[in-house]
């Protein structure tokens, strides 16, 4: 799989997935077909966390979690000093406390992790787990690579799509809100005939002094004058 090959595979994961954790479990089927082995799975971190997002085999996400328990591993080495990290033998290795004797007892003697998005507020891990001593050696590790730095920027355009979708959610909701208040809004100033800003405050005092929300304190006037609960505007997609 050459670089221009990858950039255009990922390209298209995006396209099709409709999650962060969709776009990583493609990514993770193409990197076992690279490297054949017991078990893989991603990790990413974030606000200083570790989380197994993704996972295939049954022993990938126990040997991640152990890890996570002991704060220290290959994953989260690579994943915090952006450096590809790999063991021949879990049998001879002395790092990292009792992970590799665990890893050992769970059929696991080689593995490899290479980092995503290194030094970012999502960085990750890639990480692949096999059974015999060195059993990653006949892996294409280029190819790896490669797909390991274009999910790079793979993960960091899904997580500005979320955040897109977040904030027109919210965009949406505080909107619905406004017209809320709005509504209730007239309803004081025909009553009152006061001012819009002299509404606004018997409102706010109101919602101060029961301690309810002010948009569920104007939908219960409009709903007890009305009878019926307030209509909200529909926000339409714009082609």
């Known amino acids: 799989m050459s670089s221009g090959d990858t950039y255009d595979s990922v ?30 799975g991603v990790t990413l971190e974030r606000d200083g966390r570790p989380l197994t997002v993704v996972s295939v085999g049954p022993v990938a996400q126990k040997l991640d979690e152990n890890q996570y328990g002991q704060d220290d591993g290959p994953c989260l080495r690579a994943l915090r000093s952006g450096e590809e990290l790999a063991v021949v033998d879990m049998l001879h290795e002395h790092r990292w406390g009792d992970y ?23 960085a990750g891990a890639l990480n692949l787990y096999a059974a015999p001593p060195d059993g990653l050696a006949d892996a294409d590790l280029d190819a790896l690579r490669t797909l390991a730095a274009q999910a790079t920027g793979g993960i960091a355009l899904a ?42 405050g018997v409102l706010r005092s109101a919602s ?3 301690n309810v929300k ?15 609960p307030p209509t909200e505007p529909e926000l339409r997609r714009q082609d």
């Open 208 to 210: 101060q002094h029961r």
């Open 100 to 122: 590799p004797a665990y890893a050992v007892s769970c059929g696991i003697r080689s593995s490899l992790s290479l980092p995503i998005a290194a030094h970012t507020d999502t």
């Open 159 to 200: 997580q500005r799509f979320s955040e897109a979708q977040q904030f027109a959610d919210q965009m949406q909701t505080a909107m619905r809100s406004r017209s809320v208040i709005d509504q209730a809004l007239g309803i004081i100033m025909g009553q009152r005939h006061c001012t819009a800003d002299e509404a606004f």
């Open 11 to 40: 390209t298209r994961w995006l396209i099709d997935s409709d999650s962060v954790e969709g776009f990583l479990r493609t990514l993770l089927d193409a990197a076992l077909a690279l490297a054949p082995c017991e078990g893989a």
């Open 214 to 228: 002010l948009r569920d304190l104007c939908a219960q006037l409009i709903t007890n004058v009305t009878g019926r």
